[in-house]
């Protein structure tokens, strides 16, 4: 099946640093989604995005809706040690949802 | 609290068994989903059911089955005829789509690790 392109596949940042991850697609998408996800459990949703261009945020995240519907971004300012995990994106299209590989954050203390 | 629960947390498989992962949810959702999650891959859809009663083939179904006899329930079960079975596997649910808005988003149990013995 379809997957999404998700970069970089890993980063390793100083804490207090600002982190930003997008996601690409060939295909159109009517939603995208951003999830987090520790081990061990399931991943978490941060922010949905509904409309092309829409900026949201959720505290120190921020994401992006492209214009194009094709791709989305994610922002985290001033990261902190609990930011650590596998950030994923989603596009969905009616039911169903297509997911990047994920983005794996370490943070230094 | 309302949420997705998912048990066992860890299952063990041996040669030719099938084994069932249980999903049960409370917070009223119609549409259900399993999806399997490898190593450094993003999750992927096995089976999903928008009603009950009702359920289509996600993107890699063979070797898996399910039912969804009642709203709340949506077990999965991994057959023999499943050769690689080890994986991280969750269980999403998600809500009626919203007028103007869309689908509603799909939130995920904790997950069952299965692992062959």
């Known amino acids: 099946g379809q997957q999404l392109n998700q970069s970089p596949q890993s980063m390793f940042i100083q804490e207090g640093e600002d982190v930003s991850m997008n996601c690409t697609s060939s295909?159109?998408?009517?939603?995208w989604l951003w999830y987090k996800q520790d081990p061990g459990e399931g991943p978490v949703l941060l922010i949905a995005l509904y409309k092309a261009g829409e900026l949201t945020s959720n505290g120190r995240l921020t994401a992006q809706f492209g214009i194009t519907r094709k791709d989305s971004f994610l922002n985290i300012s001033a990261s902190i040690p609990s930011d650590v995990g596998i950030y994923f994106c989603?596009?969905?299209?009616?039911?169903?949802?297509?997911f990047g590989a994920g983005t794996i954050l370490r943070v230094k203390s | 609290d309302g949420g997705i629960t998912q048990s066992p947390k860890y299952l063990f498989r041996k040669e030719g068994q099938n084994v069932t992962l249980s999903c049960e949810q409370n917070?009223?959702?119609?549409?259900m989903y399993w999806y399997r999650q490898d190593p450094g891959q993003g999750l992927r859809l096995i089976y999903y059911?928008?009603?009950?009663?009702?359920?289509q083939k996600g993107d890699i179904a063979e070797g898996y089955s399910v039912s969804r006899e009642k709203k709340e329930s949506f077990p999965l079960t991994v057959t023999s005829a499943q050769k690689n079975p080890t994986a991280f596997y969750l269980c999403?649910?998600?809500?009626?789509?919203?007028?103007?808005?869309?689908?509603?988003?799909?939130?995920f149990g904790d997950g069952t690790r299965l692992s062959i013995l």
């Open positions: 999403a649910s998600s809500g009626r789509p919203r007028t103007g808005v869309g689908n509603q988003p799909q939130h």
């Open positions: 917070l009223n959702h119609d549409a």
């Open positions: 295909s159109i998408f009517n939603t």
């Open positions: 059911s928008q009603i009950v009663n009702d359920f």
């Open positions: 989603a596009g969905q299209r009616g039911n169903k949802l297509v």
